[in-house]
């Protein structure tokens, strides 16, 4: 096509891509999502220009645009567009740390896992740590608000922005927000475009706020019977305590984590507990051995505590590893409900129903201290049957989540494999005043049209 050229004629060589094989790997992101589209280019951008040239190019021929970081999202939210272009970051990788203003100077193709690197280096840290964050990039991160295992006590990206680069759905370039800590000069545009899941602006720098390096002092694990039991001495820790982790495994998600890898876990706890404290000396002690009573208050047949560095990683490892584990047992459908912490039992108990009466395995780990789960619906390959009952748990989850106050999502984002359910979380008059939002920043809808709204 005449405006294709057009787009390869305005790049350097080698950015725009069509060759159908290998655009083919880019039509997907992790969570496969069976309505992926097929594009007609991937512009693998190389700098802030190269963004605007693409989006403007796409402006002018009303070509839908999809922003995507490294493909590990797990809602759809980087699904290729038939006819559309997907705007590649992948390449754009700098990270310049300033120890003085504790901040890292991020492009969005940068790895989470690469940021930190940087950060230690000066001695400083950046909390943020879904459980990818080894192949997640920072860019992907800004645009979910994702979250993760420390995330309990230190927050979730947003807390961490303090400035953008955003190409807008003309191609014009703004920069929201900077270096400085505290600044309220005019409305809150910045936080505006943290979670929009590119359906905004393409974010092509970020300003991170950076903390002191953590120091773990304590690791505790604990054994539960049930995992309403272990959600129970969630609840207890979390009335009067903030540790700097608190995660929960169920019996499936032990096993298929020891069949994927011998970790010596226990497979026959219906729940672990694994639960960090990184408060300063005594503090530390005192911190932990609250939280080992309200294990023990809850049922716990067994407690661990550990302040080896080593051994405590271990599990956090395990935990870490749930997801490829149990993509091994087949096709998932990833979930991501949250709910108040006071709550966390009555939706655990409730997954564990509908488990049972879809007849499905439906392994549940969680960011327990946040009342954020991750009930992952295992679809046997190959069996239509189980992907029909698939379907409807999928979306029983997400209406027993709203029923008790809670979220679609906490922190992967609605994509394209949750926004049916958005409506009914959000309202009428939300829903409204969300598109009236997108059609003023993007008019023509050319920002990863069918994510979220």
């Known amino acids: 096509m005449d405006a294709l050229a057009e787009l390869v004629e305005a790049l350097p060589a080698g950015v725009v891509v069509t060759d159908p094989v290998r655009t083919e790997k880019y039509r997907w992101d992790r969570s496969q999502d069976p309505g992926a589209g097929t594009p007609v280019a991937v512009v693998r951008a190389e700098d802030a220009g190269q963004v605007q040239t693409a989006v403007r190019w796409a402006a002018r021929h009303g070509v839908p645009v999809v922003p995507r970081g490294a493909g590990t999202g797990l809602s759809g939210g980087a699904s290729a567009v038939d006819g559309g272009i997907v705007l590649s970051l992948e390449r754009m990788r700098a990270v310049e740390v300033d120890p003085f203003s504790q901040v890292a100077v991020v492009e969005p193709g940068a790895l989470n896992a690469e940021v930190k690197a940087a950060a230690a280096e000066h001695g400083l840290w950046y909390p943020p740590d879904p459980s990818s964050y080894e192949i997640c990039s920072i860019g992907g991160n800004?645009?979910?608000?994702?979250?993760?295992?420390?995330?309990?006590?230190?927050?979730?990206?947003?807390?961490?922005?303090?400035?953008?680069?955003?190409?807008?759905?003309?191609?014009?370039?703004?920069?929201?927000?900077?270096?400085?800590?505290?600044?309220?000069?005019?409305?809150?545009?910045?936080?505006?475009?943290?979670?929009?899941?590119?359906?905004?602006?393409?974010?092509?720098?970020?300003?991170?706020?950076?903390?002191?390096?953590?120091?773990?002092?304590?690791?505790?694990?604990?054994?539960?019977?049930?995992?309403?039991?272990?959600?129970?001495?969630?609840?207890?820790?979390?009335?009067?305590?903030?540790?700097?982790?608190?995660?929960?495994?169920?019996r499936p998600s032990i096993r298929a984590v020891e069949q994927h890898r011998s970790m010596?876990?226990?497979?026959?706890?219906?729940?672990?507990?694994?639960?960090?404290?990184?408060?300063?000396?005594?503090?530390?002690?005192?911190?932990v051995a609250s939280m080992q009573a309200a294990c023990e208050a809850a049922g716990a047949s067994d407690v661990l505590v550990t302040d080896d560095l080593e051994e405590g990683e271990l599990f956090v490892r395990a935990r870490r590893m749930v997801i490829p584990a149990v993509?091994?047992?087949?096709?998932?459908?990833?979930?991501?409900?949250?709910?108040?912490?006071?709550?966390?039992?009555?939706?655990?108990?409730?997954?564990?129903?509908?488990?049972?009466?879809?007849?499905?395995?439906?392994?549940?780990?969680?960011?327990?201290?946040?009342?954020?789960?991750?009930?992952?619906v295992v679809v046997p390959r190959g069996d239509d049957a189980a992907r029909v009952r698939a379907l409807e748990a999928f979306e029983e989850i997400m209406r027993v989540a709203i029923s008790l106050d809670g979220t679609i999502t906490g922190e992967h984002g609605v994509g394209r494999t949750k926004k049916a359910a958005l409506p009914e979380q959000l309202g009428e008059d939300v829903m409204a005043l969300t598109r009236r939002v997108k059609d003023a920043l993007d008019p023509a809808g050319i920002l990863n049209p069918g994510a979220v709204l």
């Open 264 to 287: 010596g876990l226990d497979t026959t706890a219906g729940a672990l507990l694994v639960a960090q404290s990184d408060a300063p000396g005594s503090a530390c002690t005192a911190e």
């Open 327 to 376: 993509e091994e047992l087949g096709e998932l459908m990833l979930e991501d409900v949250g709910v108040p912490v006071p709550r966390l039992p009555e939706l655990v108990a409730a997954v564990a129903d509908i488990s049972a009466r879809h007849d499905l395995l439906i392994p549940v780990v969680a960011h327990a201290g946040d009342g954020n789960t991750h009930p992952l």
């Open 142 to 250: 800004v645009a979910t608000n994702a979250g993760g295992l420390c995330c309990v006590k230190y927050g979730v990206t947003t807390d961490y922005v303090l400035g953008l680069d955003v190409v807008l759905a003309d191609g014009t370039l703004v920069t929201l927000g900077g270096t400085r800590i505290k600044d309220v000069a005019g409305l809150s545009l910045l936080k505006l475009f943290v979670g929009s899941e590119g359906t905004l602006g393409v974010v092509t720098r970020a300003v991170m706020r950076l903390v002191p390096a953590q120091v773990v002092g304590a690791t505790l694990v604990a054994a539960f019977p049930t995992m309403t039991a272990a959600a129970e001495a969630v609840v207890a820790i979390r009335r009067t305590l903030r540790p700097s982790m608190l995660e929960l495994m169920d």
